[in-house]
Structure formats: structure tokens, C-alpha cells
């Protein structure tokens, strides 16, 4: 019964989602949501990057995702348009090799 009723639960959520995005399209395809966005997330790394840099006393993991940090703000400054996709991508990915490091410095 309990089974039954999350699949109920699951099959509402998911049209009521879908159903949301679908109208809010244009809200998220505008750029104003992007870098509000990619903003958040550049804060959020570097106050992670730092707190690892702080427990573990390993500075590699946060100068490399403080790369993808400058990387990442860079494509702040570009056009909306497939460059800074790139640009936020390869930012995003240094990024997430710095917390990987610092993941595994904390073993």
C-alpha cells in the first residue's frame, strides 16, 4: 500500500513539474536566470574551496578550483550564446576537480 501510494505521489509530482517548466520556459532560457545562477554557484565554491583549504591545510585543491572559479566568472562577462557555455562548462568542470581533490584530502 505504501508502495502504492509513493508511485501516486511520484506520478502527480512529475506532471506538476513538467508542467511548471513548461511554462516557465522563457524564464529560464533568459540569461538574467543564468547569471544569477552561475553567480550563486561561483559564491557557494569558493566558500567550499575555502572551508576545505582551512580543514585539510592542502592549498592545491582550492588554486585549482579557483581556476575554474575565474574561468567561471569570466563567462560572466561574455554574450549569451554558445562561447560562454563553453566557457561556464570548462569552469564548472575545474571546479568540480577542485572539490574532488579536496573530497580526497579529507580521507
Known amino acids: 500500500m505504501g ?46 574551496l575555502g572551508h576545505g583549504a582551512v580543514v585539510h591545510g592542502f592549498m592545491m585543491p582550492a588554486a585549482i578550483g579557483s581556476l575554474g572559479l575565474g574561468i567561471m566568472a569570466g563567462a560572466l562577462t561574455m554574450d549569451h550564446g554558445l562561447q560562454e557555455s563553453v566557457y561556464t562548462l570548462l569552469g564548472v568542470g575545474i571546479l568540480a576537480l577542485g572539490h574532488d581533490l579536496n573530497h580526497r584530502a579529507g580521507r
Open 3 to 48: 508502495l502504492s501510494g509513493l508511485c501516486v505521489a511520484h506520478c502527480f509530482a512529475t506532471a506538476l513539474i513538467l508542467g511548471l517548466l513548461a511554462s516557465a520556459g522563457g524564464f529560464f532560457a533568459s540569461p538574467l536566470f543564468h547569471e544569477a545562477g552561475l553567480v550563486l554557484a561561483i559564491l557557494l565554491g569558493a566558500v567550499a
